[in-house]
C-alpha cells in the first residue's frame, strides 16, 4: 500500500505507470487538437463560450488561453506554451506539438522496458547539441534592407490570416517598427512596440487597414461649434485640470446678497478661466491665418472652458489616454506641460491635419502629416468584432517578430528546412553518445522531425514521403524547405520564409524541459487540506 493512503485513506493518486500512461496521453491529446494549426495551410478552431459567443482562429495562445483544459498534465503544457508566447510572441503551436511527440517517442522505449532517467539524459545531451547547432545555423542579414523584414513579417502573418491580407499587413507592420525604432549612439537601437497604437473601427473589410504616421484618439472635441478639420495645426498636450473642483477641505461660503454671490461664483472660475486665458494667449501669439491650434489635455475640460476655447478656434480634447500623451510628443514633437505658467512656442507639436471622424455614436480623432513621428498607429479595419480579434492578434504576433529579428541580427531558415538539417546533426551526435541515453537522442531526433511531417500533411501531402525528399535534398548540400503548394522542397531563399533565431531557442529548451520534467513523475497525488472533514 502507497505510504500516501496509509495517511489518508480518502486520497486519490495514480502509481508509476499509470501516472507515466497518464502524461503521454494528455501531452498526444493536446498535440492531436493543436497539430491541425501549424503552418500558413493550418485549419481553424471554432470556439464557443458559455453565453454562444463564436471566436474562430488558428493562433495557439488564444486556443489554449480560451479552451477550458480540465487534464491537469495538458493545463501545465499549454501555460508553458502561452509563457513561450508571452515571451517571444510567437511559436506556441509548434511548442505544443514539439512537447507531445517527445512524450510520444520517449513512450516507445519506456515500452521496451528503458527507464525515463535514461531518456531524459539523452534530452538533456539534445538540448545542449541543439543549442551548439542554433548557434551555427543562424544567418546574419541586413536588417536595413525592407525586404528582409517583410519577409520574416510574411513567415509570421500567413500562420494567422489569409494570404493577401497577411501580405498586406507586412508592409504595415514592418512600416511601423522601422517607425518607433530609436538608433542610439554606440549601443543597439531600442524598440518600443508600446509606442505603436493598436486602433480598431469596424466599418469596411479587413484589406482597409492601414497605417497611420501620426496618432488615432478614440474620441473628438466635445463642443459643437469647434472645427471638425484643421490643418497646419499648433498641438498642445498637457495635463492641466481646466474645470472647476472643489475644495479639497470641507467648508461652508455664507453670502447676504446676490451681488455676494455673484463675486463668489467669480471666484471660484477665476483659477481656471486664467489657465484657460493662458492657452488663449498662446493661440494669439504662434498662430497665424489658417493655422489651427488643438488641445489634446489628459484631464477634464469643463463645458465653460470648452465654449472659451471654441470662440477662440481652438479645439480641445479632453481624457486622453495617459499612454496616448506619451505616443502624442513623439508623433508630434513638442513637450507635454503639467502647468500653464511657463507656456511658450517650444512646447508646442506640429501636424498638417487634425480631423474628426464619425461612426455611428463613436468618434475618432486623426492627427495626421507629422514630419518625424516616432509614433504611430495601425488602424484596424473590419466588417465584424471577429475579423478585427483576428487582425489585431496577427498584428501584435507580426510586431513582436519583426521586432525580434531586428534586435537578434540574425534570422534561420524557416519552411522546415532548420528542423530537417537538425534531425540529421542529432542523428550524428547519437553515434558519439554512449550507452542508453543515445535512445534520449534518438527520441529527441524524432520528435524534431514531426515539425516538417505536419506541415506536409496540413498542405494535403504524405508527411513521411515529403520528409524523405528533404532528408535527401539535404544530403546533396540543397538545403530545402517545404513549398506548402507543391510538396517539393525549395530553397528557402528563394520561398523567403524565416524563423526567428528567439523563437526557436525558447521552444526548443523549454519544450525540453517539460518533457523530461513529466517523464519523471511517477506519482499523481490528490491530497491535501481540501480533504478534511
Not at 206 to 232: F, W, Y
Not at 247 to 265: I, M, P, T
Not at 377 to 400: E, M, W
Amino acid at each position: 500500500m502507497a505510504s500516501l493512503k496509509m495517511l489518508n485513506q480518502d486520497s486519490e493518486l495514480a502509481r508509476k505507470g499509470v501516472a507515466l500512461a497518464m502524461n503521454v496521453n494528455a501531452a498526444k491529446g493536446i498535440q492531436e487538437v493543436l497539430k491541425t494549426n501549424l503552418g500558413p495551410k493550418g485549419t481553424l478552431k471554432m470556439l464557443v463560450s458559455g453565453s454562444g459567443e463564436v471566436k474562430i482562429t488558428k493562433d495557439g495562445k488564444t486556443l489554449l488561453h480560451e479552451m477550458q483544459i480540465q487534464n491537469p498534465t495538458a493545463a501545465m503544457i499549454a501555460r508553458a506554451a502561452t509563457a513561450q508566447d508571452d515571451m517571444c510572441g510567437d511559436g506556441t503551436t509548434a511548442s505544443v506539438i514539439l512537447i507531445g511527440e517527445l512524450l510520444k517517442q520517449a513512450d516507445r522505449f519506456l515500452q521496451e522496458g528503458v527507464h525515463p532517467r535514461v531518456l531524459v539524459e539523452g534530452f538533456d545531451k539534445s538540448k545542449l547539441r541543439v543549442i551548439e547547432f542554433l548557434e551555427n545555423s543562424k544567418a546574419s542579414k541586413d536588417f536595413t534592407d525592407r525586404e528582409t523584414l517583410l519577409c520574416v513579417a510574411k513567415a509570421s502573418l500567413r500562420t494567422k490570416v489569409h494570404a493577401a491580407l497577411a501580405d498586406h499587413l507586412a508592409d504595415i507592420v514592418v512600416d511601423a517598427v522601422l517607425c518607433v525604432q530609436e538608433p542610439q549612439e554606440g549601443q543597439e537601437s531600442t524598440i518600443d512596440l508600446h509606442m505603436v497604437e493598436l486602433m480598431a473601427m469596424m466599418h469596411k473589410s479587413d484589406m482597409d487597414s492601414k497605417l497611420v504616421k501620426g496618432i488615432v484618439l478614440d474620441h473628438g472635441a466635445r463642443h459643437p461649434d469647434m472645427k471638425k478639420r484643421n490643418e497646419d495645426c499648433y498641438i498642445l498636450t498637457c495635463n492641466v485640470s481646466l474645470e472647476y473642483e472643489k475644495s479639497e477641505v470641507n467648508s461652508g461660503f455664507f453670502y447676504s446678497d446676490a451681488e455676494q454671490r455673484e463675486k463668489l461664483v467669480e471666484a471660484e472660475r477665476k483659477v481656471t478661466d486664467d489657465r484657460v486665458r493662458r492657452i488663449v494667449e498662446l493661440k494669439r501669439t504662434v498662430c497665424k491665418e489658417g493655422q489651427g491650434f488643438i488641445v489634446i489635455n489628459q484631464k477634464g475640460i469643463d463645458p465653460l472652458s470648452l465654449d472659451m476655447l471654441a470662440r477662440e478656434g481652438i479645439v480641445g480634447i479632453r481624457r486622453a489616454k495617459r499612454r496616448n500623451m506619451e505616443r502624442l510628443t513623439l508623433a508630434c514633437g513638442g513637450i507635454a506641460v503639467n502647468s500653464v505658467d511657463d507656456l511658450s512656442a517650444d512646447v508646442l507639436g506640429r501636424a498638417d491635419l487634425v480631423h474628426e471622424v464619425t461612426l455611428g455614436e463613436d468618434k475618432f480623432t486623426f492627427v495626421e502629416g507629422v514630419s518625424q513621428a516616432k509614433s504611430c498607429t495601425i488602424l484596424v479595419r473590419g466588417p465584424n468584432k471577429h475579423t478585427i480579434d483576428q487582425i489585431k492578434d496577427a498584428v501584435r504576433d507580426g510586431l513582436r517578430a519583426v521586432k525580434n529579428v531586428i534586435e537578434d541580427g540574425c534570422v534561420l531558415p524557416g519552411a522546415g528546412a532548420f528542423e530537417v538539417a537538425l534531425y540529421q546533426d542529432l542523428m550524428k551526435f547519437a553515434e558519439s553518445v554512449s550507452g542508453k541515453a543515445k535512445l534520449g537522442v534518438h527520441a529527441f531526433a524524432e520528435a524534431v522531425s514531426v515539425i516538417p511531417k505536419t506541415l506536409a500533411q496540413n498542405s494535403g501531402f504524405d508527411g513521411q514521403d515529403t520528409f524523405l525528399k528533404l532528408q535527401e535534398a539535404h544530403a546533396a548540400d540543397f538545403p530545402a524547405g517545404l513549398d506548402v503548394s507543391t510538396g517539393e522542397p525549395e530553397d528557402v531563399e528563394t520561398l523567403g520564409v524565416y524563423d526567428t533565431f528567439r523563437v526557436k531557442r525558447q521552444m526548443m529548451v523549454s519544450a525540453g524541459v517539460i518533457a523530461s520534467q513529466l517523464l519523471l513523475v511517477d506519482e499523481v497525488m490528490k491530497a491535501g487540506h481540501g480533504q478534511r472533514k
